[in-house]
């Protein structure tokens, strides 16, 4: 059996995880610019920029799977050498996460071509279908 599905991708240019800041709900982002709800279509979100805190693992951050799919979504965010920082578990439609733990603390500065990569998968079968990475910088702040 062949399963196929389109991405639509929308590069949101704000700033995400402002340590202080509060956060949106995942219905107040407009992650559907480039995907009408289709059927079979998949909303990648991408960002340019992600803001975190130094010195602390727990983060602030807003990253879900959008409403309209219909699929579960796994979240990676990675370095831009590649070191693993966060893996989420599989997220339902519409489901956002407002807080992560990554697996270090990093120190201030910009990290330019940091990674997020999206993993779906089907609702029934928990078969993956396909997946996404974005380039994004991350800035982490004092």
Same mark, same amino acid.
């Given at each position: 059996? *062949?399963?196929?599905? !389109?991405?639509?991708?929308? *590069?949101? $240019? !704000?700033?995400? %995880? ?11 982002? $407009?992650?559907?610019?480039?995907? =009408?709800?289709?059927? &079979? +279509?998949?909303?990648?979100? @991408? ?6 805190? !130094?010195? #602390? ?10 409403? #309209? ?11 831009? $050498? @590649?070191? #693993?920082?966060?893996? =989420? @578990?599989?997220?339902?439609? &519409? #489901?956002?996460?407002? %807080? ?8 201030? &500065? ?6 997020? =990569?999206?993993?779906?998968?089907? +609702? ?12 994004? $910088?991350?800035?982490? +702040?004092?």
């Amino acid at each position: 059996m *062949f399963v196929a599905a !389109a991405i639509g991708y929308n *590069f949101n $240019d !704000a700033s995400l %995880s402002l340590p202080g800041d509060s956060v949106k709900t995942f219905s107040d982002v $407009d992650v559907s610019s480039n995907n =009408s709800g289709a059927p &079979g +279509m998949i909303t990648i979100p @991408g960002y340019k920029h992600i803001t975190m805190k !130094a010195g #602390q693992k727990v983060q602030k951050v807003e990253l879900g799977n959008p409403k #309209q799919n219909n699929c579960y979504m796994s979240i990676a965010i990675k370095l831009p $050498d @590649g070191t #693993q920082l966060y893996e =989420s @578990g599989l997220l339902e439609p &519409g #489901q956002v996460l407002t %807080s992560i733990e990554i697996s270090r603390e990093l120190k201030s &500065g910009i990290y330019e071509g940091a990674i997020l =990569s999206y993993s779906c998968y089907d +609702m029934e079968e928990i078969k993956e279908l396909n997946g996404a990475v974005t380039i994004f $910088d991350l800035e982490v +702040m004092p």
